[in-house]
């Protein structure tokens, strides 16, 4: 049985993208309130296996989660994209002409600021977690309350769903990570299968240092599916640069590394896995 680490509770995002992504397979999720927890469990248990979201279509990246993964020393194995559905729900008691205030998660909420506009009667509520704010609900019996959450979770929790699919833009997606132990990783994806890499690395303070990176890559046909920079503390107008990478000829992509080595500093391959 694997044993996987989200952030959030039993019904959340995390939670329904972790057993898809596992689907057949015998699970044991860890719930944890943060991010910093999931590393944390981690770290602690090597045979921990992490699951971590990274970036959505519409709120962008999760820039914490970068940092987070690269001190971490964990390696991505895999990576799973998730259809973000959002319901409103509520104590079998109550309606739309009770409730008075609505509890998520403030992305979730966001994501529904449309649906929430024409509601203004009904006050917003930032919390931790989507099912995490059903959960209290039904602990509590909070009348006049409701939560967003994916309509699984209201179920889940007891809650009626008095509307489902508020979210604003219906194509709205979430990039999750699975990451491990790097001791771990052969056994959960095989090298020879994977296609995609995600690096990390800083450049010297030189005109041009980026663009010649860039070029050796597409010189190699490898392709730049996406470039997230950081910048490293105490060190001013200096970047850490967290690069998403595709191929089709595993040996040309260690070549490219290879070539690009030189013209940085610090790279590290923080993953080699198979894209979704």
């Given at each position: 049985m694997k044993r996987i680490a989200i952030q959030g509770v039993i019904g959340s995002f995390h939670d329904i993208a972790a057993h898809e992504y596992f689907k057949g397979e015998q699970i044991q999720v860890i719930c944890c309130s943060t991010f910093e927890q999931v590393f944390?469990?981690?770290?602690?248990?090597?045979?921990?296996?992490?699951?971590?979201?990274?970036?959505?279509?519409?709120?962008?990246?999760?820039?914490?989660?970068?940092?987070?993964?690269?001190?971490?020393?964990?390696?991505?194995?895999?990576?799973?994209?998730?259809?973000?559905?959002?319901?409103?729900?509520?104590?079998?008691?109550?309606?739309?002409?009770?409730?008075?205030?609505?509890?998520?998660?403030?992305?979730?909420?966001?994501q529904c600021r449309n649906f929430l506009a024409k509601h203004p009667g009904i006050k917003a509520v930032e919390s931790e977690d989507t099912a995490g704010s059903a959960d209290y609900i039904n602990q509590h019996q909070c009348r006049g309350w409701a939560a967003i959450c994916h309509a699984d979770a209201a179920k889940m929790y007891g809650l009626r769903v008095l509307e489902d699919h508020i979210e604003d833009?219906?194509?709205?997606?979430?990039?999750?990570?699975?990451?491990?132990?790097?001791?771990?990783?052969?056994?959960?994806?095989?090298?020879?299968?994977?296609?995609?890499?995600?690096?990390?690395?800083?450049?010297?303070?030189?005109?041009?240092?980026?663009?010649?990176?860039?070029?050796?890559?597409?010189?190699?046909?490898?392709?730049?599916?996406?470039?997230?920079?950081?910048?490293?503390?105490?060190?001013?107008?200096?970047?850490?640069?967290?690069?998403?990478?595709?191929?089709?000829?595993?040996?040309?992509?260690?070549?490219s590394i290879d070539a690009i080595i030189p013209l940085t500093k610090e790279l590290k391959i923080i993953g080699e896995y198979e894209q979704f």
């Amino acid at each position: 049985m694997k044993r996987i680490a989200i952030q959030g509770v039993i019904g959340s995002f995390h939670d329904i993208a972790a057993h898809e992504y596992f689907k057949g397979e015998q699970i044991q999720v860890i719930c944890c309130s943060t991010f910093e927890q999931v590393f944390e469990q981690m770290a602690q248990d090597p045979t921990v296996i992490g699951f971590t979201a990274i970036e959505n279509t519409i709120a962008g990246s999760l820039l914490h989660n970068y940092e987070l993964l690269r001190a971490s020393g964990a390696t991505i194995v895999g990576e799973h994209k998730l259809h973000i559905q959002h319901a409103i729900c509520c104590l079998p008691e109550d309606d739309w002409d009770t409730i008075h205030e609505v509890h998520s998660h403030p992305v979730a909420l966001m994501q529904c600021r449309n649906f929430l506009a024409k509601h203004p009667g009904i006050k917003a509520v930032e919390s931790e977690d989507t099912a995490g704010s059903a959960d209290y609900i039904n602990q509590h019996q909070c009348r006049g309350w409701a939560a967003i959450c994916h309509a699984d979770a209201a179920k889940m929790y007891g809650l009626r769903v008095l509307e489902d699919h508020i979210e604003d833009n219906k194509h709205n997606y979430t990039r999750f990570l699975v990451v491990c132990n790097p001791c771990k990783a052969d056994f959960l994806r095989p090298l020879e299968h994977t296609n995609k890499s995600s690096i990390v690395f800083s450049l010297p303070h030189e005109e041009g240092s980026l663009s010649k990176v860039l070029t050796i890559l597409s010189f190699y046909g490898i392709s730049l599916t996406k470039i997230q920079s950081l910048p490293i503390i105490g060190h001013e107008w200096e970047y850490m640069f967290y690069v998403d990478l595709t191929y089709n000829n595993l040996t040309r992509y260690r070549q490219s590394i290879d070539a690009i080595i030189p013209l940085t500093k610090e790279l590290k391959i923080i993953g080699e896995y198979e894209q979704f």
